[in-house]
Every structure is written in structure tokens, then in C-alpha cells.
């Protein structure tokens, strides 16, 4: 237990949001791994890329992959072709990339499962983020918030856990699948709290919106976005962002680690992956083009509409450190969680 405290608040010193991608480039650069067999082409790209996104088209995911893709048409001078490889929680389109020739063609728009959680659930899983992948940068977070019904009896997170500790099992709670990001967040909380709930699996936020407000399930963790528009109607409360500090769009929202679990954070984000021996000159310009559309004002404006966070640009050594350290936070959640993984 002293083991596992220590790691939340080893996770506390860097999760500020400003610095998840602030770690020193040098420090990271052997993560790049070495240079790769194949080589790029002068003029890279001198032919459309693919950009594939693991959800199907009309999701934030793929609004998301859009947007990039189109300022990143600008930066290329090629199309940027988004391709939805839709199943498996995303393994069948980061598998897909995985193994695609490492030319620069073909690259992922990933997350959070894709890149940093399912290696820790799916043991069968059939590729290694870390030993398949190079990273390209990181694009936006998406910032999710506790939230209750309007007139729940629950004024604050400390209401709901001392109600679920003296009826452990009666208070519910939603995530959007078993073994999915937010199932193993909140119950690794839940642990870390001593307290239990009944946990509610839904398929995503709009499902689950009509019950909250109805009562039928007591907690439920939902985008800012949706959220804060329902807040505004009167029909949620908002209780707590699970982001590694307040949110722009919520600023008198205070975080679960300001709430008494210093350490805790559930950041969620998506960035852009290309096979492992991708060369590294390909990778630049990928990373060049994320970067020039997270300083156009047109795109963070659409981004910050959606009610996410636009990411810092970053290098791909900073990115390469984010997802070690990423992928170190979420196996600790993983074991914190006690979810059995499959």
C-alpha cells in the first residue's frame, strides 16, 4: 500500500497539464529507438497519407482526425486521407498501423487504449505500443467530469463516498465498458478510497444522460462538454474533473486530488503514431505539421468549441517521454484498480 501511494504522488509532481509534455527532449530522445531500414523520400510527402482513426466517422475521435487532417494537408501539400478501422476497442486499427510499411504513409490517430491501457488488460494483445510504435506528437486531451443528477442528495464527492461506505455496493456508477479507461480510473479511486460501488456499463455519455437525470444510475463520468451544457439547464451537478488540474472551461471545478486523493488524474488524450522504423526525418515532418495546427487560432478555437484542451506543441522526444510515462501511470492504475484483466 506504502508502494502504491508512493506512485500516486510521484504521479502528482507531473501531471500538471502545462508540463505532461514539458519533460527535457534530451532526456528523451533514446526513445525514438534507432534509425530505421527504410528512408524517407526527398519531398516527403509526395503522395496522399492515410490517417487512421480507430472509431467510427461522426465520433469525437474522428471530428478530431478530421481537423488535424485538413490543416495538415496545408503543411504537406498532399491529402491526408481518414480511414476508420473501426472494432476491438481499437486494436484492429493500431494493429493495422503496426504493421504497415514504415515509410510515413500510413499513420495512427491514437489514445489512450490504443497506445497506453490495453497493453495492461489484453495480455494477447497483438502489438506493443512502445516496441511498435514511434511518436509523432501529441494533438488535444478531453476533459472528463464527474456529475450528478440536479437534486441528488450528493453536494460533493465526499458526500457520494461516504454514502457508498455506509452502503457499500447501493451507490452505482457508469463507465462506457468494462476494462475501458473510465471503468478502471474510477474503481481504482474507489479502491484508493476504501469504499465500493456498482459499477453500470454503458455504451457512451449520450446513453447514459437520460438516467442520470432520472436517477437511475447515481454517478456519472461524462465530457466537459456535455456536461457543463446540461449543468447549464439545471439537470446535473457537477462534483469533480478527473484532469491533472482545473479545467479553463470549469474553473471553480476543483479536481479529485484536490478533493483528498493527491495524485489522481484520469488525463485523456489522442496523438499521432507511425510504425516503429519510420525515419526519423518522415516523423519530423509529421510532427511539424501537428504542431503548425496547434498554433493556427482557427483550429484551437474548434478544439476548445468541442469543450477539449489543445495540446502544448511538443517534439516527438517529449511526446516519447509523455508515453512512457503514460504508459507507467496506467499500469499502476491497472494494478490499483483490482479489475481482473482478461
Known amino acids: 500500500m506504502l508502494e502504491t501511494q ?18 527535457a527532449a534530451a532526456a528523451a530522445l533514446p526513445l525514438l529507438g534507432a534509425p530505421g ?8 510527402p509526395s503522395k496522399p497519407v492515410h490517417l487512421v482513426v480507430p472509431f467510427a466517422a461522426g465520433g469525437a475521435t474522428d471530428v478530431l482526425a478530421r481537423l488535424l487532417a485538413k490543416s495538415m494537408e496545408a503543411s504537406f501539400g498532399q491529402p491526408v486521407i481518414v480511414e476508420n478501422r473501426v472494432g476491438a476497442a481499437g486494436v484492429l486499427a493500431a494493429s493495422y498501423v503496426a504493421k504497415a510499411p514504415p515509410d510515413g504513409q500510413v ?22 505500443p512502445a516496441r511498435d510504435f514511434v511518436d509523432a506528437g501529441n494533438f ?35 463507465s462506457a465498458g468494462p476494462m475501458g479507461t473510465l471503468h478502471i480510473a474510477q474503481e481504482a479511486l474507489w479502491k484508493r478510497a476504501g469504499v465500493t460501488l456498482n459499477h453500470v456499463p454503458y455504451k457512451g455519455e449520450s446513453h447514459v444522460a437520460p438516467d442520470l437525470v432520472a436517477g437511475r444510475v447515481d454517478l456519472a463520468l461524462m465530457t466537459l462538454s456535455l456536461t457543463r451544457q446540461l449543468a447549464q439547464e439545471g439537470k446535473v451537478r457537477m462534483l469533480a474533473t478527473l484532469a491533472p488540474e482545473r479545467l479553463r472551461g470549469a474553473p471553480d471545478l476543483p479536481t479529485v486530488a484536490e478533493q483528498g486523493f493527491p495524485g489522481f488524474a484520469m488525463p485523456t488524450w489522442n496523438g499521432v503514431f507511425l510504425p516503429r522504423q519510420t525515419p526519423a526525418e518522415a516523423v519530423r515532418v509529421f510532427n511539424d505539421a501537428i504542431n503548425a495546427a496547434l498554433r493556427d487560432p482557427a483550429v484551437v478555437r474548434r478544439i ?39
Do not use: I
Open 304 to 342: 476548445e468549441d468541442m469543450g477539449l484542451s489543445p495540446s502544448e506543441p511538443n517534439t516527438p522526444a517529449q511526446h516519447a517521454q509523455f508515453m512512457e510515462n503514460e504508459r507507467r501511470r496506467w499500469r499502476t492504475m491497472v494494478a490499483e484498480s483490482g479489475v481482473q484483466v482478461q
Open 6 to 23: 508512493r506512485a500516486w504522488e510521484e504521479s502528482a509532481r507531473r501531471l500538471s497539464r502545462r508540463r505532461l509534455l514539458g519533460a
Open 37 to 44: 531500414r527504410a528512408s524517407a523520400q526527398p519531398g516527403f
Open 140 to 174: 488535444c486531451y478531453v476533459d472528463f467530469v464527474m456529475a450528478v443528477a440536479a437534486d441528488s442528495r450528493h453536494r460533493s464527492l465526499r458526500d457520494l463516498l461516504d454514502d457508498a461506505r455506509a452502503n457499500p455496493g447501493k451507490v452505482s456508477y457508469m
Open 107 to 128: 499513420a495512427l490517430f491514437g489514445g489512450v487504449g490504443t497506445n497506453a491501457l490495453l497493453e495492461y488488460t489484453q495480455p494477447t494483445l497483438p502489438y506493443k
